[in-house]
């Protein structure tokens, strides 16, 4: 029979998210987790039957963490630009807990399997089109270029390659969201020469100065 352990399972989820927090990822191990607890091996899986179990609560208890900046970017003013601010400030305030969520090899391998994982689109569209006053197509087509743009920046952030203010990253993604909402507009002059619509060259287009 499994020794009774002397901690809750709370304290067991918290233990784990504190290694990922301080070590990372590599580090988290029965081994460690009891080191820190002052306990038995055995008595880990007296709350959790494996060890997936337990990875299964903590990916819930990093997500929860991840859902407060969301939050806040939410409740920013406009929320959609919020967000984005939001994503990368996460990984730059806790990088190992960013990349325990999104950066763990998966079998999710495309944009749409990243955007679902994340969680948010439905939201994220129908503010798209509240702030842009655009059609749902129109907001998804931004929105999934946004999340290129954010996430190849919390990417370096997270490993140390860079990091900004939320200030930059306001700048940065109020130009970035205006530029990808004025690309996908068919009424704009630029139309023409996005990549994927006419496929009009620059040389063609009689919208770029050839001096």
Same mark, same amino acid.
């Given at each position: ?13 918290? =233990?784990?998210?504190?290694? *990922?927090? /301080? !070590? #990372? ?12 607890? $002052? ?24 997500r929860a ?31 190992n807990?960013?990349n ?9 391998? =495309?944009?749409?399997?990243? *955007?679902? /994982? !994340? #969680? ?12 842009? $006053? ?5 907001a ?10 954010m ?17 930059e ?26 990549p ?16």
């Amino acid at each position: 029979m499994p020794r009774r352990p002397k901690y809750t399972k709370e304290e067991l989820i918290d =233990t784990a998210v504190a290694i *990922i927090r /301080e !070590e #990372g990822e590599e580090f988290l191990s029965v081994r460690n987790l009891v080191k820190r607890l $002052g306990t038995a091996p055995a008595t880990i899986f007296t709350h959790f039957p494996s060890m997936d179990a337990l990875e299964k609560a903590l990916t819930d208890r990093i997500r929860a963490i991840y859902d407060t900046y969301v939050d806040r970017g939410l409740s920013k003013n406009p929320p959609f630009k919020g967000f984005a601010i939001e994503y990368v400030m996460f990984s730059i305030k806790e990088p190992n807990l960013y990349n325990y969520l999104f950066l763990r090899q998966k079998d999710t391998k =495309t944009l749409r399997d990243l *955007i679902e /994982e !994340e #969680g948010h689109r439905e939201r994220l569209t129908q503010e798209a089109m509240r702030v842009f $006053g655009c059609s749902k197509q129109v907001a998804e087509e931004v929105f999934e270029n946004l999340v290129i743009f954010m996430f190849g920046l919390a990417s370096m952030c997270s490993k140390g390659l860079c990091s900004f203010t939320e200030e930059e990253l306001a700048a940065k993604f109020g130009l970035a969201a205006g530029g990808f909402l004025y690309a996908v507009k068919e009424n704009n002059p630029w139309y023409s020469v996005v990549p994927g619509k006419d496929n009009v060259s620059v040389e063609d287009s009689p919208y770029i100065s050839k001096d």
